[in-house]
């Protein structure tokens, strides 16, 4: 019984583990993403 529990235990931390690994290489490529395409702002002028 003790060793279904670890069992259990050990694979939600790998589960919690894997999620944030997703998480943190899904963010850091839309980062990156982002960075690339960087444009040069649009200026409004007003006319007379």
Known sequence: ???I???LKRR???I???LFLIS???FGLGYL???EYNR?????EKSP
């Open 1 to 3: 019984m003790s060793t």
């Open 5 to 7: 529990k670890n069992f």
């Open 12 to 14: 939600e931390i790998i």
């Open 16 to 18: 919690f583990l894997l």
């Open 24 to 26: 943190s290489l899904s």
């Open 33 to 35: 993403a982002a960075k």
């Open 40 to 44: 040069q702002p649009i200026i409004i």
